[in-house]
């Protein structure tokens, strides 16, 4: 299954795209993970798109293509699938993203919107808190780790995103509204969205996503569920 998630920061996207990892072995490619990975290592592409990335702002379109792309391996493409958690962010991503995708004769399947009222989104995201080591997303009011400041998974430290602070995440939902809203249309007139109620519990948006995917009218591919 080739899958794209959209909402808003915060509609838990990568939570989402975890579980479809976990569930289906259908790998989650993350470019807001990406970034922040190469900023903490001190690439070259992470010094570069730091202030972007920090201050809420967009990193270029033909440069986060490139990373997605150099993601997408033949595996990806024509075995496990994948799930693209945050790009595309654009409309000219999203015709990046197919034509490449035309290229290589490997179509998307589905988007899938996670609609999240906007007072649940700041709510979350105010409480975010991610693990600097694997990555685990928490929330302090609904899923708070066991010991305050660590992770549960492996013990790393708790930090809260720059960008989910007051200034950056305002910025983030302007560029939502500008930028990424329009995907939502471009993916619509081309029949593969599906919308999904994403204000409830981790598992029931999980069930519904899941729903969505199965109850696809064209059985265009099988998933196999990895038994628990
Ligand atoms: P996220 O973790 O998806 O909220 O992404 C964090 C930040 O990474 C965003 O606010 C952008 O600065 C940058 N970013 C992630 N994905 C994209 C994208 N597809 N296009 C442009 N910038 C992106």
Same mark, same amino acid.
């Given at each position: ?13 990568? =939570?989402?795209?975890?579980?479809? &990892? %976990? ?7 993350? =470019? ?14 992470? #010094?570069?798109?730091?202030?972007? *990335? ?6 270029? +379109? ?10 997408? =391996? ?55 808190? =991610? ?11 609904? %899923?708070?780790?066991? #010991? !305050? ?13 720059? +960008?989910?602070?007051? +200034?950056?995440?305002? #910025? ?8 990424? &809203? ?22 029931? *948006? ?9 109850? +696809?009218?064209? !059985? ?9």
């Amino acid at each position: 299954m080739r899958l794209v998630f959209l909402g808003y920061p915060g509609s838990g996207k990568g =939570t989402v795209a975890g579980r479809i &990892q %976990k569930a289906y072995g259908v790998p989650a490619i993350s =470019t807001g993970v990406i970034l922040r990975e190469e900023i903490a290592e001190g690439t070259e592409l992470g #010094k570069q798109v730091k202030p972007q *990335v920090e201050g809420g702002g967009l990193v270029p +379109d033909e440069l986060v293509a490139r990373i997605v792309e150099g993601r997408l =391996t033949e595996d990806r493409l024509r075995v496990s699938g994948f799930s693209l958690d945050g790009f595309p962010r654009t409309v000219p991503q999203a015709e990046l993203l197919d034509r490449y995708l035309a290229g290589k004769s490997a179509p998307l399947h589905r988007a899938i919107y996670l609609e999240v009222d906007k007072l649940i989104i700041l709510k979350r995201l105010t409480a975010r808190r =991610t693990c600097r080591s694997c990555g685990e997303i928490y929330n302090l009011i609904t %899923k708070a780790p066991l #010991k !305050p400041g660590m992770c549960d998974v492996c013990g790393g430290a708790l930090y809260q995103r720059e +960008d989910d602070q007051e +200034d950056a995440l305002r #910025k983030r939902m302007r560029e939502y509204h500008a930028q990424t &809203q329009p995907v939502l249309h471009y993916y619509q007139s081309r029949n593969v969205l599906s919308r999904v109620d994403g204000g409830g519990t981790p598992e029931e *948006v999980f069930a519904e996503v899941e729903r969505a995917v199965e109850s +696809d009218p064209i !059985p265009r591919w099988k998933l196999t569920k990895f038994p628990r």
